[in-house]
């Protein structure tokens, strides 16, 4: 099959829906089919490129407010998405953004006969954290909802990754088509391995347990909940490190606070990591415990890749947290946004080995139900069905 994916920003791996459609890409290619990138052109890109061995073509691009210019917003003309597509002879057609160019090219595939396929990722707390306090949103969330059908009418069928956004979407559009396709996790490498590298390039302490945490620094990902937990910890448990990996508006933020509380020992920017690099495979291996406080995740592929490395993982109970399903016997849960809580849940897993290391097996046995190549399959009969 030809096959088009339709993603801004899909070379930054901004977020879990970004790496997700890089792999799916890169796997479907390896299986044998065509497949081109359609995204957005960051400066010091072309118009036309290869990237991770695929065609890439680069649309016309603004930088999106509050992403520290690392997400592009593309604005295609329907000429030029329509050229790509009886150029590449395209059967598929893959969106991903609710953005402009998810809306035309949708739009050009109709008019030539080919099937789309739209991938939802975002839920409504990914935007309405962003909207200031002061301003009131009535029914914000059948608003994106409602907004997200709109950007994806003309699709035979929408992908969610999780069962619990399947049920979300299909109450706000009983009609719709909606099949659930986990993101999965590449075990070839994402595993146990070892990690002295990573201490020593980050300069990271030996000793004491370690608290991670993978994810971008916005404000539905709460790490802020984790950084006051800290103190907390602190008391308990003197020989504790915090890692956070990753980058985001906030990070100067947090910064401050970590060093308001005194931290400044205790806790680790060590910035953005590559997905399924060397770097990012260690630092998982490195650490006790995963702990990742959203209140907001659809499927959280951070979790995915510490199951795989076989972490105990802490996560909020957030009723908006998707990912809860995923952490049963192999972790813990705490209130949302409740830092005392997430203390005391930290305490239990640090003083207890035995339910630290075993919480760490289930984990990794977890991990197998969910491996990426099954995921592969049966997007790929999603498509064959699409065209039979």
Request: charged share 30%.
């Amino acid at each position: 099959m030809n096959i088009a994916f339709v993603c801004d920003s899909v070379m930054y791996g901004l977020s879990g829906a970004y790496i997700s459609t890089l792999r799916f890409a890169e796997l479907l290619k390896k299986r044998g089919h065509n497949v081109i990138l359609i995204t957005s052109r960051h400066p010091g890109t072309k118009k036309e490129e290869y990237y991770h061995g695929m065609k890439t073509y680069r649309i016309f691009s603004l930088p999106f407010p509050k992403t520290n210019k690392q997400f592009y917003m593309s604005f295609p003309k329907k000429s030029e998405l329509k050229k790509i597509l009886v150029k590449e002879k395209i059967d598929i057609l893959h969106v991903v953004d609710p953005g402009p160019s998810t809306k035309i090219s949708i739009k050009v595939a109709q008019s030539l006969g080919i099937k789309a396929v739209a991938h939802c990722h975002g839920k409504v707390e990914n935007w309405s954290l962003w909207i200031p306090k002061f301003i009131e949103v009535k029914n914000i969330e059948r608003l994106f909802y409602k907004f997200i059908f709109w950007m994806y009418r003309g699709c035979d069928i929408i992908i969610s990754p999780s069962k619990k956004n399947q049920e979300i979407l299909q109450k706000y559009n009983s009609s719709a088509r909606v099949e659930v396709i986990s993101n999965g996790i590449n075990k070839e490498i994402y595993r146990k391995r070892k990690f002295s590298d990573f201490l020593l390039k980050f300069k990271l302490p030996k000793k004491p347990k370690k608290l991670l945490f993978v994810g971008r620094l916005q404000h539905e990902k709460d790490v802020t909940t984790l950084i006051k937990a800290m103190p907390y910890v602190l008391e308990g448990y003197k020989n504790v490190h915090l890692i956070l990996v990753g980058e985001g508006p906030l990070e100067k933020e947090m910064k401050h606070l970590s060093e308001e509380l005194g931290l400044s020992k205790n806790v680790s920017f060590i910035g953005k990591l590559l997905p399924e690099s060397k770097d990012l495979v260690e630092a998982y291996n490195s650490a006790d415990i995963l702990i990742l406080p959203s209140i907001a995740e659809i499927e959280s592929l951070v979790i995915f890749e510490a199951m795989a490395c076989g972490k105990p993982i802490i996560i909020s109970d957030s009723s908006s947290n998707g990912s809860a399903i995923f952490v049963t016997d192999n972790g813990l849960r705490f209130k949302t946004k409740n830092y005392k809580d997430l203390a005391e849940k930290i305490g239990i897993l640090l003083k207890n080995d035995k339910l630290r290391e075993k919480m760490a097996d289930n984990s990794f046995q977890k991990s197998k139900e969910y491996r990426i190549d099954k995921s592969v399959k049966k997007l790929e009969e999603l498509y064959k069905s699409l065209l039979r």
